[in-house]
């Protein structure tokens, strides 16, 4: 059974920078995309960020440019660094990992083991 195990949230300034980590126990093979999500009071759960079981990386519109995802040199962590961070980012966010086809990649529902969360904070 897949673990994961999010740090690094917390209170920044508009314009800051947070970094995100997650661990992963339980993988035993490198099928998995890891990904990030991050939900709003009353809004629903949102992809963020996904880096595929082949490395390939995609990532919402809305934080383009702005956030990086990546492996550590351990496949079972990923990072999602946060630059120039606004307040409509303020979220808990989680990571998730899935086996599913490319074109889900980014559907939350076909995401089956989840962190518990984090919540990052942006004041303006």
């Known amino acids: 059974q897949v673990q994961l195990v999010e740090s690094g949230g917390g209170l920044v300034q508009a314009g800051g920078s947070l970094r995100l980590s997650c661990a992963a126990s339980?993988?035993?093979?490198?099928?998995?995309?890891m990904g990030w999500f991050r939900q709003a009071p009353g809004k629903e759960r949102e992809f963020v960020a996904v880096?595929?079981?082949?490395?390939?990386?995609y990532y919402a519109d809305s934080v383009k440019g702005r956030f990086t995802i990546s492996r550590g040199n351990v496949r079972t962590t990923v990072y999602l660094q946060m630059d120039t961070l606004k307040p409509e980012d303020t979220a808990v966010y989680y990571c998730a990992t899935s086996r599913t086809v490319l074109s889900s990649i980014r559907d939350p529902n076909m995401y089956h083991s989840w962190g518990q969360g984090t919540q990052v904070t942006v004041s303006a």
């Open positions: 880096v595929s079981r082949t490395s390939h990386t």
């Open positions: 339980g993988i035993t093979d490198n099928s998995y995309h």
